[in-house]
């Protein structure tokens, strides 16, 4: 079966998409990975056809206005900003994507990739949706989105007021996108979006762990959370030679890196990290990711990374503090060491409060609040708490069990052969 996945963001956004690709291929089917032009020789590395989408999102985020409009205390009111922006980067990249899946026989979306459901529909093919956090409404949970979480009965109410937001950013150029390439008419929201297909019980794969978050019972038949889709270091890889050799010179250090989030000062960010390293003894890894670490000048103590696996890297370290990007997070699940998360936006709340929740990391503040003195009390918890340690590690034993991929590769073969014969009876 030929498969195009449409799956656009940062890089941890398409590692596991990558991870389900390689997988749905030694299943024996034919995948294209439609993901940003600069992961394209990444995704061809590991054996998959690589379709380069024209956005770089490491310069989207960048952009001073779209950073402004994520992270200004009156976003609300960035929003006609942000929009206009959005409008150039997503009709493009459904473009891209309506072109990678020209030959398709099934196709796999991230819900930010939303031009799918047209793709399907036009295509009169089967297809999925994908997710790397829950984003489907609720009432067991908040929704990832906010920086809170009310609980009872307004869980509800949160799901569908975040995606009443994310409609404000996103419809108009979903609308333009598809009324002008398929002059039909607009839609009114996500949930007519995420219900198109229901006819034809179209799956949604939630790519994490349910022993992380379990899927609520409140969700239909067709959705099914997996467990985690991971990409593992190429057979044979080698750590830098000068990596190897500070892991090898004392006890492990703690991980910090931010992944996509960048920061309008790094050098102060890498100040307040290397002065809680300071407070409590620690050894540290600084990841310098999209711009929220610097290089500063330090001690023998601190070692400095560009570019690490996280499944190699993460089981070798005392504790991991990170933004709660849904990759990142599950990496430090994964490798059974305790997370010390303090989000930036959007569902790295969501992810902070689940690891609090869970007892496998210590509560923290969001990225805005934090203190040198507040990440130092962090880590002294996540490398003493003998308690919480081994939470972490029981918990990492478990998901190490679990093959997420197999399970979404399964849905998605059982899904295409009903599909196929439930539309050739009304051929």
């Not at 609300?76 to 473009?95: F, G, H, T, W, Y």
């Not at 006819?199 to 985690?228: A, C, I, N, Q, R």
């Not at 689940?354 to 805005?368: A, F, Y």
């Amino acid at each position: 079966m030929k498969i195009t996945i449409c799956a656009l963001g940062s890089r941890g956004d398409t590692q596991p998409f990558l991870a389900l690709a390689v997988g749905l291929q030694q299943a024996g089917h034919r995948v294209t990975l439609a993901a940003t032009h600069n992961f394209a020789e990444w995704i061809r590395s590991q054996g998959v056809t690589a379709y380069p989408v024209r956005h770089n999102p490491q310069e989207d985020m960048q952009d001073p206005e779209i950073q402004a409009a994520i992270k200004g205390r009156n976003w609300l009111r960035q929003l006609p900003v942000l929009r206009d922006k959005l409008n150039a980067i997503l009709s493009e990249m459904m473009d891209d994507c309506w072109q990678a899946a020209e030959d398709a026989e099934f196709v796999i979306v991230n819900t930010i990739a939303y031009g799918g459901a047209e793709i399907a529909s036009q295509r009169d093919i089967p297809m999925a949706f994908a997710a790397l956090q829950p984003l489907y409404p609720t009432r067991a949970f908040s929704s990832f989105a906010f920086p809170f979480a009310p609980g009872g009965r307004w869980n509800y109410l949160t799901h569908k007021l975040g995606l009443r937001l994310m409609w404000l950013m996103f419809g108009v150029p979903i609308n333009h996108w598809r009324t002008t390439r398929f002059d039909v008419s607009p839609w009114r929201s996500f949930s007519e979006i995420f219900n198109a297909r229901r006819d034809f019980d179209t799956p949604w794969l939630w790519g994490y762990s349910p022993l992380v978050v379990p899927k609520p019972p409140d969700w239909e038949d067709h959705h099914y959370v997996t467990g985690y889709w991971f990409l593992d270091a190429p057979s044979g890889w080698q750590p830098p030679a000068e990596l190897a050799c500070f892991l090898e010179s004392g006890p492990p250090p703690v991980y910090m890196g931010f992944g996509s989030m960048s920061d309008k000062d790094p050098e102060r960010q890498t100040r307040l990290a290397l002065r809680a390293l300071e407070i409590t003894g620690q050894r540290g890894v600084l990841s310098t990711g999209w711009g929220g670490i610097a290089r500063l000048a330090t001690s023998a103590s601190v070692f400095y990374i560009d570019d690490v696996p996280h499944g190699w890297l993460f089981p070798r370290m005392a504790a991991v503090v990170h933004h709660g990007g849904a990759g990142t997070t599950a990496a430090g699940l994964r490798a059974g060491v305790p997370g010390i998360i303090t989000p930036y936006s959007g569902d790295q709340y969501g992810w902070a409060r689940w690891v609090e929740k869970l007892g496998v990391g210590p509560r923290i503040t969001d990225n805005k609040r934090l203190t040198a003195e507040k990440l130092a009390q962090a880590i002294d918890t996540a490398v003493n708490d003998s308690a919480l340690r081994a939470r972490a590690a029981a918990l990492g034993d478990r998901i190490r069990a679990e093959n997420g991929v197999a399970r979404a590769a399964e849905v998605i073969e059982r899904h295409s052969a009903e599909f196929n014969q439930r539309f050739d009876s009304k051929r």
